[in-house]
């Protein structure tokens, strides 16, 4: 969104081509790190966003794009529906999607005690028990940050051992008010508008466990498979983008959490947007 109102503002013919608006940030129960709100739902963070897209002469069409293909000059992406669009510029902003548990329920308390994003939401858990979902490096990242917040913090991993660094294990180990279940697997999420409970079984026992939130970190997935092929990706699938956000295909650039830049949060995603945005422009005024 950021992206196309920069473009929007150089005078450029815009199309906005997306499955949805807001992508991760309206799975965010409350934002309180956005420069201008102390804070705010994701939810309500988007429709500001939105408010604010719509400000502008542009084109939003409400369709996936499934692949993008070099024309002369420029590029045809197609979408979901078989449609395509023509371009002399490409940005891709197409975010991560997380690996879901598969649990029955899962979306239905997502947002509501189900979260994916221990960075945005975990300050919203303070004082309450709360699990958090795997045991490599991201899940253990999220319970180290929980365990100074919340009253207790379950680490749930489904095989055998953590495989995150030792010296966060060790964090955890330390940790007064954390307790490491490996072996385990968690069958059932429960409660009525918000999450209550889950259960977990270990070899053939099962066990509830009272929690409030459930931080979901078996990894994320970049939504890069429209340029698979036509730019390079990294070995996470992310898309490789300069300090401006280019790619190495003339006139293709990328922005967000879909590319190999560091730190995955709203305000670095909204700044990227911006750089692609310029760096378009440029290639199409310039021809750089």
């Given at each position: 969104m950021t992206a196309a109102i920069y473009c929007a503002r150089k005078q450029l013919s815009v199309t906005v081509l997306t499955e949805?608006?807001?992508?991760?940030?309206?799975?965010?129960?409350?934002?309180e790190n956005y420069?201008?709100?102390e804070y705010i739902k994701g939810v309500d963070l988007v429709a500001r966003?939105?408010?604010h897209l719509k400000s502008f002469k542009l084109e939003t069409?409400?369709?996936?794009?499934?692949?993008?293909?070099?024309?002369?000059?420029?590029?045809?992406?197609?979408?979901s529906v078989g449609i395509k669009h023509g371009a002399r510029a490409v940005i891709v902003a197409t975010g991560k999607s997380p690996r879901m548990l598969g649990v029955p329920d899962e979306e239905r308390f997502r947002g509501k005690g189900v979260t994916y994003c221990a960075t945005c939401d975990a300050p919203l858990f303070a004082g309450m028990d709360v699990a958090v979902a795997g045991g490599g490096n991201s899940g253990l990242d999220a319970a180290v940050q929980l365990v100074s917040l919340a009253k207790r913090v379950y680490l749930i991993e489904a095989g055998p051992r953590l495989i995150a660094d030792e010296v966060m294990v060790e964090k955890m180990?330390?940790?007064?008010?954390a307790e490491i279940l490996v072996n385990t697997t968690i069958t059932a999420l429960k409660g009525n508008t918000m999450l209550e409970s889950i259960v977990?079984?270990?070899?053939?026992s099962e066990r509830e466990l009272a929690v409030r939130g459930l931080f979901v970190e078996i990894g994320l997935i970049p939504n890069s498979a429209p340029v698979k092929g036509l730019a390079p990706l990294n070995e996470l699938g992310e898309i490789k983008v300069d300090?401006?956000?280019?790619?190495?295909?003339?006139?293709?650039?990328?922005?967000?959490?879909?590319t190999d830049m560091p730190e995955k949060q709203i305000i670095i995603a909204a700044g990227e947007g911006a750089k692609a945005a310029l760096s378009a422009y440029d290639f199409l005024v310039r021809g750089s």
């Open positions: 949805d608006i807001g992508g991760q940030t309206l799975w965010s129960s409350a934002v420069l201008g709100y966003f939105e408010e069409i409400y369709k996936k794009a499934v692949s993008v293909a070099p024309e002369n000059p420029g590029f045809t992406v197609t979408d180990r330390q940790a007064g008010n977990v079984k270990s070899n053939q300090r401006v956000g280019r790619t190495d295909v003339a006139g293709l650039f990328a922005a967000g959490d879909v």
